[in-house]
């Protein structure tokens, strides 16, 4: 084989750890930028104020595990840490919304919420001591003068 041949053979060859290094070094700022976006598209967060570092990441194809610290800008105390749960759309890692959790998810049309007392049973629940529900006649509610 050629001089030549040689070097075009081996050249792309010693390029190619470079770049896949550089990809895998941006990665953490990939997902940092994917979170920061996401708590910018939430409504209620002063994500201007908040400093995010990715603290580990897992990716397993077009999805990832991310760990992160938040902290705010103004106080060194309030700090929390996060996981996220992101996936590669369209070249981009974006964060997917959680999933509703028993705790979280409202009560199904009629249905109560987790750990509310049966309805047929109103007793059902009371401290130790409480009057039953019902009985008698309610008593007065101090805060409101009902005679007007």
């Known amino acids: 084989m050629s001089r030549a041949g040689v070097l075009l053979t081996i050249l792309p060859a010693a390029f190619l750890p470079a770049a896949c290094g550089n990809a895998a070094a941006d990665l953490p700022a990939q997902m940092q930028a994917a979170v920061e976006d996401y708590l910018a598209g939430r ?57 509703p959790t028993e705790e979280t998810a409202p009560p199904a049309a009629g249905g109560l919420p987790p750990g509310h007392p049966p309805l047929d049973a109103p007793d059902a629940g009371l401290p130790p001591g409480h009057p039953p529900l019902g009985a008698g006649e309610p008593a007065p509610n101090p805060g409101k003068n009902l005679a007007m």
């Open 43 to 99: 409504g209620g967060l002063a994500a201007d104020n908040m400093q995010v570092s990715v603290d580990a990441v897992q990716v397993e194809g077009n999805r990832a595990q991310v760990e992160v610290t938040i902290a705010a800008s103004n106080d060194a105390a309030a700090v929390m840490q996060m996981v996220y749960e992101l996936e590669k759309r369209s070249g981009r890692w974006r964060v997917k919304p959680p999933l």
